[in-house]
């Protein structure tokens, strides 16, 4: 018999607790510091005596071996003290036994239950979630997968994510507005530029949780330049980007304008260029839409991206670029220069800057030194500003946004029975917490802290307050496809050492491909495992999912669990539908 499990041990009266890999072979106990073995024990003849615990102690455990020597062992939680208890108790008195077997349902929310008998750090502050919250919203998220899993196709997909958006361009406006509509969704769920696209929801801006947004990089404003720009209606400078940010800077919503609010279908159904406006298939949309492939337009022999829509909006939004100058013939001190009135023949950013570039610097022979910096600023200004923002009637491309929400989605819904049941979703809300805790740029979620997080960003109010107390800010949501692999790895290894410094516990067992040796002494092991991380399993071990219930096949699958990382976890390895591949 083998059995690991991550414990805290002690060893004399004077001696100091250290974390240690606890494995017991046979009758052999040996503690691990990651791949080396610093102690081993002969435990034949020993007796296993449990602590009462206490809120600091934890759960602990006297062991007495037959030399006299005693050793103190501290586990996470009591299922995981009277496991051990057991497991040493028949080692000392046989080198064969074998634990009984436990069911991969009990495995599963064994997790969950540790999870909750852990003491409460005072750093982790209460967010208000409720367990009710999440298990409607895991409810909502099963109505959403059933009107995508019947697409017989990504393609088919698509067009049935681009007519919802459709639908919410068209009604957005109404009072009441449609907020059930899955559009909504996940633009409530981009924090930053759904706060900037609706005025903070709405709110009084007097309110504690009004969200001032910059127009140009969707920064959060700081609380006096709230005041000074959303009441006071004066202009501030934006403290990431240094732009200034006079009322009404963002152009998608200056003086209540509707003339933003076409449906991306008709924005990307055609060529942009205006003597040609050819029109794509489905297919070619998808493509340039989803894919980010660039097309060799049929009808001009151009080729089209999706940066060249909004060079395209550029082009419609500044027709002139206007700069501080000496006083002109008109009598005003501003003057302007017109800038490039057809697309490049490449579709890209980079030949339209490179134009720009031209135009400015054949303008520096004529003008003033701080003519020229003026219409440098005014140009970069005006370039930050329709590259931040999306086409469309909002700073995000919502077809996208549902795009990537899709994709979770299928990591829930499959084991909606074990997303819904009260104590995985406390444990859930628990650890969402002890995250939100947690000080760092890119701290990377599991899936079960980003189910509560979604929860939570729906309701703007709550989270702008609570965020702001934890982080002195709104906490942006962390966005798993702006991040390389690289990126990724890295991100999830700094969130696994902020989780195991401020909690001295470990954050997940998932282990990267690319995971520095380091880490292994941050992650779970053994029976301490995140059980269902990384694992596969026969749909006959899933019985308790109603997904895999029917299914009778050989071929394994996998779940999300508490601990899963969103990057990773896959929905089953075999399905009999792929519409959502997207």
């Excluded at 009107?147 to 009072?175: I, K, Q």
């Excluded at 520095?516 to 308790?544: C, I, T, W, Y």
Aim: contains cysteine; proline residues 6%; hydrophobic residues 40%.
């Amino acid at each position: 018999m083998t059995y690991t499990v991550d414990v805290r041990a002690k060893t004399g009266v004077f001696g100091r607790w250290v974390s240690r890999g606890l494995t017991l072979d046979g009758q052999r106990l040996s503690l691990h510091d990651g791949l080396v073995c610093r102690a081993a024990f002969d435990v034949k003849g020993a007796t296993a005596t449990p602590l009462a615990s206490t809120p600091v102690d934890g759960y602990r455990l006297r062991v007495e071996l037959a030399s006299g020597q005693v050793l103190h062992l501290e586990v996470a939680s009591e299922p995981l003290l009277a496991k051990l208890t057991m497991v040493l108790s028949n080692a000392a008195s046989c080198a064969e036994y074998t634990p009984p077997a436990t069911s991969t349902w009990s495995r599963l929310l064994s997790v969950a239950s540790s999870i909750q008998q852990r003491p409460l750090p005072s750093s982790v502050v209460s967010s208000g979630v409720q367990v009710a919250d999440v298990i409607a919203h895991v409810t909502r998220l099963r109505a959403i997968r059933a009107s995508t899993f019947g697409c017989a196709s990504p393609l088919a997909l698509y067009e049935h994510l681009l007519a919802l958006e459709a639908d919410y361009v068209a009604h957005h406006r109404d009072n009441p507005a449609p907020t059930d509509a899955y559009p909504h969704l996940v633009y409530q769920l981009d924090t930053l530029p759904y706060a900037l696209g609706t005025s903070s929801a709405g709110m009084d801006p007097t309110s504690k949780a009004f969200l001032g947004i910059c127009g140009y990089c969707t920064t959060e404003l700081a609380s006096h330049q709230v005041h000074y720009h959303c009441i006071e209606r004066r202009k501030v400078d934006c403290p990431n980007c240094r732009e200034a940010l006079p009322p009404g800077v963002y152009y998608k919503s200056r003086y209540d304008t509707v003339a933003f609010d076409t449906p991306l279908r008709d924005i990307l159904n055609t060529c942009p260029h205006r003597k040609c406006r050819r029109r794509w298939s489905r297919q070619d949309m998808y493509r340039l839409h989803l894919l980010g492939d660039a097309l060799l337009c049929a009808g001009c022999g151009n080729t089209v991206a999706y940066e060249t829509y909004q060079i395209a909006l550029f082009i419609q939004e500044y027709p002139l670029l206007q700069y501080d100058s000496l006083l002109t013939a008109t009598g005003s001190y501003v003057s302007h220069v017109r800038t490039p009135r057809s697309l490049p023949r490449d579709g890209r950013w980079s030949s339209f800057e490179r134009e720009m570039d031209a135009l400015i610097n054949a303008k520096r022979l004529t003008l003033k030194t701080f003519e020229v910096v003026s219409l440098c600023n005014s140009w970069l200004a005006a370039l930050r500003m329709i590259q931040s923002h999306a086409l469309g009637a909002f700073p995000i491309d919502l077809v996208q946004a549902m795009a990537r929400d899709v994709a979770f989605i299928e990591l829930v819904d499959p084991h909606l029975e074990y997303w819904t049941h009260p104590t995985v979703v406390a444990a859930a809300i628990r650890r969402y917490e002890h995250f939100m805790a947690l000080k760092g740029p890119h701290l990377a979620p599991t899936v079960d802290v980003e189910l509560v997080w979604r929860v939570h960003r729906l309701s703007l109010d709550s989270y702008a307050i609570y965020s702001r107390k934890l982080c002195k800010r709104v906490r942006p949501p962390y966005r798993h496809d702006a991040r390389t692999p690289k990126e990724a790895t890295n991100d999830y290894y700094a969130t696994c050492a902020a989780w195991y410094k401020a909690y001295k516990t470990p954050y997940s067992s998932h282990v990267p491909d690319d995971a520095p040796s380091k880490m292994m002494q941050l992650l779970a092991h053994g029976d301490s495992r995140f059980h269902g991380v990384n694992e596969s399993f026969a749909p006959s071990e899933l019985q308790h999912a109603s997904a895999f219930a029917q299914n009778s096949s050989d071929n394994k699958v996998t779940v999300s669990v508490i601990g899963s990382l969103v990057g990773t976890s896959i929905k089953a390895i075999h399905s009999p539908n792929h519409a959502n591949e997207v």
